[in-house]
């Protein structure tokens, strides 16, 4: 699977930005989905997945209540929409596959085999 991650920005804190990762190649609609995120000397954390029909999701505690995941298999994208945003939440965020997960969401890096190229989020307070 090739993904593309799109739709970073500025804004200034309490603002929305909404996150989109177009897939191709291979198989699209099976695996588990997530988006990482990576702030400057920090490490890459997990930030949000959904599994395969959209009935099943998982949030970092710090993030829960303020993003939401979705997909829509048809258009093979995933989407990361972000409201009520915070200076911390500024990093490049990633959006990656875990090829080898359909129903269950796993949350380390290791665990997803296919990334995108990551997409700038700066908040300003």
């Known amino acids: 699977v090739q993904l593309q991650a799109s739709g970073g920005g500025s804004v200034q804190a309490g603002g929305s930005l909404r996150l989109s990762c177009a897939a191709s190649g291979r198989t699209f609609s099976t695996p588990v989905m997530g988006w990482f995120r990576q702030a400057p000397g920090k490490e890459r954390e997990f930030v949000a997945g959904?599994?395969?029909?959209?009935?099943?999701?998982s949030y970092s505690d710090s993030v829960k209540g303020r993003f939401t995941i979705s997909r829509d298999n048809a258009k093979n994208a995933v989407y990361l929409q972000m409201n009520s945003l915070k200076p911390e939440d500024t990093a490049l965020y990633y959006c990656?596959?875990?090829?080898?997960?359909?129903?269950?969401?796993?949350?380390?890096?290791?665990?997803?085999?296919?990334w995108g190229q990551g997409t700038q989020v700066t908040v300003s307070s």
């Open positions: 990656a596959a875990d090829s080898f997960s359909t129903y269950r969401i796993r949350t380390r890096r290791t665990d997803f085999d296919s």
């Open positions: 959904i599994v395969w029909t959209g009935s099943s999701t």
